[in-house]
């Protein structure tokens, strides 16, 4: 008896079916993954978001394959060849590449050398010399000879019943899996530099004489192999088994499988040549591209789940909040565009300076800034971080110094992605008015106020905080970022009257076309009062109101409820616990003392369970709660403004910037990403980076090591470790080999020059923002990412 879908899924998250049944009636009925995971945790027994999307995830997987399975019964019936055992053998098939393995042998396919020695009667030599090698292959091959059939002679039959033989072996589909199992378990992957390749590829020098086996390779390390062989850079040989003199165990388990050995039997030696030519030229290719894929897939889950866990960490950064801020987007002979944004984001002023070179307008560009700071009330300056960032970043420091009545705070924001928006459809509706330049230096300003809310203008590729990304599959990707901003948008909650349309649109239930009409609505009737008038808005019929209300947050409505998580079919509970208490609601939220006091049993009833209630209670006490962290910024050192100013044994102030599996990169102000290699993050086994630190955090750190001609800055988060001999010098990275053993160009930091100017420096006290620092620019100058660098200005 096969186990259903649902119960399988149970089975591997380790619920009950009736869960997983829950769901899934939800996700078909049209439910998003936060709204289920929000509010209906009574009828999933409680699955939170990370659990509903890999049930998501899996269900789309076996259906898919149910899908396929049904296709290749009806295939194979049509062929007439169904029997009852070959049927139980498919319908037990529990993956795609077991499916596909039973189903080879049926399969249409060209015609290949088997299939015409069939239809030149050959078939029965090859059963007859398999069934009783005691007969003499040329012998028996006699027989058979036809020239009317293509058969010239005996040599010219034993080829023919040779190639039926090799594809009946490499198309038994248990011997296949269990070839490819041990080959996945006991291989490697090798590497070697194309003849005179070398130089164009010296950033694979690592890989040039290089093998792995299948089962250590990280992710990183595969996508990059198969990078350098795409660039053809590298040649890459899947290896069954470290090389042996003696003959392949593989050949045994294929001869034992047809019980073909060497007696002294007249057929023998041809069987045995038949076996070893049909692994040689059919199983081993076969298992080769199997094995390929498999590492492959593998490395692009890890990625696109590194891709995802770092966008989350950037999506869900602390927001300055409501602070009015003067953005900068650097550049040296096009100037420094400027855009103040009110604390609501609103543009109340935009210029653009010349401080640098070609134009020097060091002071001039002092006083333009001063005044906007001045009559604006700005309170942040936020700095995008690309071309000519570190110019204007003690442009900055100046300002602040010479104007220290002004309080300004300085920071440095990544601007990945910021021409994308300046050149969206979107930002020309949003900013109509503003040259293309000036956008970018407001999505600046915006990013430090509220991360969230101006990333979600972007697709998430654009941001560039993945490793590998332009390698990886486009559908696998998206649909993974996707639900990463889905679930942060909806996590935080998003103000109905204030979002933009991109950010509405990433709201369960309302896709662009709702988001629109409701911002479209919000223009002709002024601004919502309550979640009911959401049903006024255009297409937002009952389910989309159903999957969105609880999520749009009205503050200052008619209801005090609307400004909540606390959804609108659960009103009637908290009515309830007012008329219980002989309070208003008004009163009653944010009241501790009161709220504690309630007994959620008490409230409990057929519609809405424990948890339910719970969650109503916690709401109340803090109505519209930000699950964000609180701003927080990290301070440089004071005089370490360039690489050539570390020594190894400092110990500094940094922000982790990106964090990848092989370990974490931290911006310590010198504009060069340092690298904390995940054998220096603990005294105990770190296996996955993110367990330590994620990215937006502060932290110290102590320089181990400095290679100022290669850009390399070695660090450690353990400060009592021992520094280089020798601080500064040229002498290389310090290689650890402790953890996933030596390290690529790809898995350090360096490669890739930074596109900031490298010469100048900040000055004195500088403030990064843990949430919005470049966590691109790290992987991108090491080597990890595409060049999606902006252009040059």
């Not at 069987?271 to 081993?284: C, N, P």
């Not at 928006?421 to 106020?449: C, K, M, N, T």
């Not at 809310?453 to 998206?478: C, M, R, T």
Request: charged share 30%; hydrophobic share 40%; with cysteine.
């Amino acid at each position: 008896m096969t186990t259903s879908i649902e119960g399988r899924i149970a089975e591997e998250l380790g619920v009950r079916e009736r869960q997983v049944k829950a769901a899934v009636e939800l996700l078909d009925g049209g439910s998003t993954v936060p709204f289920i995971a929000r509010y209906r945790k009574e009828a999933t027994e409680m699955l939170d978001d990370a659990q509903l999307r890999t049930l998501e995830e899996r269900l789309r997987y076996l259906r898919e394959l149910e899908e396929r399975r049904t296709s290749v019964l009806e295939s194979v019936r049509e062929q007439g060849k169904l029997t009852d055992e070959l049927e139980a053998q498919i319908r037990a098939a529990d993956t795609k590449a077991r499916l596909e393995d039973i189903y080879l042998p049926f399969k249409p396919k060209r015609r290949t050398k088997a299939q015409i020695a069939r239809e030149a009667g050959l078939e029965p030599l090859a059963e007859g010399l398999l069934g009783d090698p005691t007969v003499e292959p040329l012998a028996a091959a006699a027989a058979f000879v036809d020239a009317g059939k293509g058969v010239a002679d005996a040599a010219a039959a034993l080829e023919g019943a040779r190639a039926i033989l090799a594809e009946r072996f490499s198309e038994d589909a248990d011997l296949i899996g269990e070839l490819r199992e041990r080959m996945w378990t006991r291989g490697r992957l090798a590497a070697r530099v194309r003849d005179g390749r070398e130089e164009a590829g010296a950033k694979f020098a690592d890989y040039f004489d290089f093998a792995e086996p299948f089962t250590e390779l990280p992710s990183h390390r595969v996508l990059a192999l198969l990078r350098g062989e795409k660039e053809d850079v590298l040649s890459l040989e899947l290896e069954p088994e470290e090389p042996t003199d003696g003959p392949s165990t593989y050949e045994g388990m294929v001869a034992r499988r047809f019980d073909v050995a060497d007696r002294g039997r007249p057929a023998d030696k041809w069987l045995l040549d038949t076996v070893r030519w049909a692994w040689r030229t059919r199983i081993l290719v076969h298992l080769g591209i199997d094995l390929r894929l498999r590492l492959r897939t593998a490395a692009e889950d890890e990625a696109v789940r590194v891709f995802a866990a770092n966008l989350r960490d950037l999506l869900l950064a602390a927001p300055a909040g409501t602070r009015a801020t003067l953005g900068l987007d650097p550049g040296f002979r096009t100037g420094v565009k400027v855009a103040v944004v009110d604390a609501t984001g609103k543009v109340v002023a935009t210029d653009t300076i010349y401080p640098h070179v070609p134009a020097n307008k060091w002071d001039e560009s002092l006083a333009k800034l001063a005044r906007l700071a001045k009559e604006h009330a700005v309170e942040l300056v936020a700095i995008g971080n690309g071309t000519a960032s570190r110019e204007t970043d003690k442009l900055a420091a100046d300002l602040i110094a010479k104007h220290p009545e002004l309080k300004l705070t300085k920071v440095m924001v990544s601007e990945a992605g910021a021409s994308v928006y300046s050149a969206s459809a979107f930002a020309s509706q949003e900013l109509p008015g503003l040259d293309v330049s000036l956008r970018g230096a407001v999505s600046i300003a915006r990013r430090l106020q509220d991360p969230l809310a101006e990333l979600v203008k972007i697709d998430p590729k654009s941001i560039g905080v993945g490793q590998y990304q332009h390698d990886l599959s486009e559908v696998k990707l998206s649909r993974s970022l996707d639900a990463v901003v889905e679930d942060c948008v909806n996590g935080v909650g998003v103000d109905v009257n204030t979002a933009s349309a991109p950010l509405l649109s990433r709201v369960s239930g309302i896709g662009t076309g709702l988001a629109e009409n409701i911002v479209a609505h919000r223009d002709q009737n002024g601004p919502f009062h309550s979640r009911k008038e959401l049903r006024n808005v255009a297409r937002l019929g009952p389910k989309a109101y159903e999957q969105c209300a609880g999520f749009l947050r009205i503050r200052g409505g008619d209801d005090p409820l609307d400004a909540s998580s606390v959804h609108p079919e659960a009103y009637p509970v908290v009515r309830r616990m007012v008329k219980t208490t002989g309070s208003e609601v008004a009163a009653l939220i944010g009241n501790t003392g009161v709220l504690r006091s309630l007994r959620p049993d008490d409230f409990v009833d057929e519609t809405f369970g424990l948890p339910t209630v719970t969650d109503i209670l916690r709401e109340l006490e803090k109505p519209g709660r930000d699950p964000r962290p609180a701003f927080r910024t990290a301070t440089f050192k004071d005089g370490v403004e360039k690489i050539s100013d570390l020594a190894s044994g400092m110990v500094l102030e940094g922000v982790v910037t990106n964090v990848a599996a092989f370990g974490a990169f931290v911006d310590v102000g010198v504009h060069q990403d340092g690298l904390v290699h995940v054998s220096a993050m603990s005294r105990t086994f770190v296996k996955d980076p993110r367990d330590v630190v994620k990215p937006g955090d502060v932290v110290r750190v102590k320089v181990l090591d400095v290679d100022i001609p290669r850009k390399r800055i070695s660090l450690t988060l353990r400060l009592d470790d021992e520094a280089a001999a020798q601080p500064g010098g040229g002498g290389g990275q310090r290689r650890d080999r402790g953890q996933g053993g030596g390290r690529p160009p790809q898995q350090r930091q360096g490669g890739r020059e930074r596109r900031t100017g490298a010469g100048s420096g900040s000055a004195g006290r500088q403030a990064a923002a843990p949430a919005n620092s470049a966590m691109a620019d790290a992987l991108r100058r090491a080597g990890l990412l595409g060049d999606e660098r902006r252009g040059g200005r």
